[in-house]
């Protein structure tokens, strides 16, 4: 049964959405409100996942005034146990935590039963995605 419409609080069981839901709410550049939905991400479309806890703001790499960089809005994630790989990222070994908008998620109660993703929406979904920009990564 999934509860689409109640706040993500740490503990919830959620399932990552299909691409095609995803789609619908990247920009230009594959990101919602400036954070990128990665090409890492979409192996875990369809799949489920604890919130770990919500992201208020994140380190960056990169010399300046400040290296913390704070996230718009309240609705970024942290899900339990899931990493970036740095596959579609020259095989970055870094093991990052993922963020994850809070519209990219859906709540459900049955940790059983996870969605079947068409290889295709997946893929159509990973060819919006950047993964470089400028000379930098773009994660």
């Known amino acids: 049964m999934r509860l689409d ?4 609080r740490s503990g919830d069981l959620v399932e990552v959405k299909t691409p095609e839901e995803i789609l619908l ?3 230009i550049d594959g990101c919602l409100d400036h954070i990128p939905f990665m090409p890492e991400m ?3 479309c369809g799949r489920r996942f604890h919130v770990f806890r919500r ?3 994140t380190c960056i790499s990169g010399s300046g005034p400040s ?4 996230f718009n ?3 970024v994630l942290i899900l339990e146990g899931v990493r970036c790989s740095g596959v579609s990222h020259d095989g970055c070994q870094k093991s990052c935590m993922i963020f994850w ?6 709540k459900v109660t049955d940790a059983t039963g996870e969605t079947r993703v068409d290889p295709e929406s997946c893929q159509r979904l990973r060819s919006r995605l950047k ?3 400028a000379k930098n990564y773009f994660c």
């Open 5 to 8: 419409n109640e706040r993500l």
């Open 25 to 27: 709410t990247l920009d």
């Open 42 to 44: 979409v192996e875990y």
């Open 55 to 57: 992201a208020v703001k």
């Open 67 to 70: 290296t913390m960089r704070a």
């Open 73 to 75: 809005g309240d609705d």
């Open 101 to 106: 908008r809070e519209v990219w998620l859906r």
């Open 131 to 133: 993964t470089m920009a």
